[in-house]
């Protein structure tokens, strides 16, 4: 069975920084693309930064610069680095997982990959 468990959200001040992880078990993360989203209240989920299986990374134009995207296969981990967070960054965060050789930009944009994970907040306050 396939879990992917979220974690490292919080509450920050507009600057703040946030390290959030993806624990996964049950497949390999090296063999799946992956990617984070958020979803904003009254908002549909959008894709934020997403890596191919042949690890091409693609950034949504508003995040560009402050979020980075990292796998770490010995720990089957999907992380995100965020940085210089704004208002307009808080949200629920999920991480998901999917087989499919998409590209980077395609798994952004297709919201239903195979595997998702419960979600975590980040909230962002001024």
């Known amino acids: 069975e396939v879990h992917l468990v979220e974690s490292g959200g919080g509450s920050v001040q507009v600057g703040g920084s946030l390290r959030l992880s993806c624990e996964v078990s049950g497949l390999f993360v090296e063999d799946y693309a992956v990617g984070w989203f958020r979803q904003a209240p009254g908002k549909e989920r959008e894709g934020v930064s997403c890596?191919?299986?042949?690890?091409?990374?693609y950034y949504r134009n508003s995040v560009k610069y402050r979020f980075t995207i990292s796998k770490d296969n010995t720990k089957n981990t999907i992380n995100l680095q965020i940085s210089s967070l704004n208002p307009e960054d808080t949200a629920v965060y999920y991480c998901a997982a999917d087989p499919t050789e998409y590209s980077d930009y395609e798994v952004c944009n297709e919201m239903h990959l195979e595997y998702w994970g419960q979600g975590t907040q980040v909230t962002v306050s001024s």
């Open positions: 890596m191919s299986r042949d690890g091409s990374v």
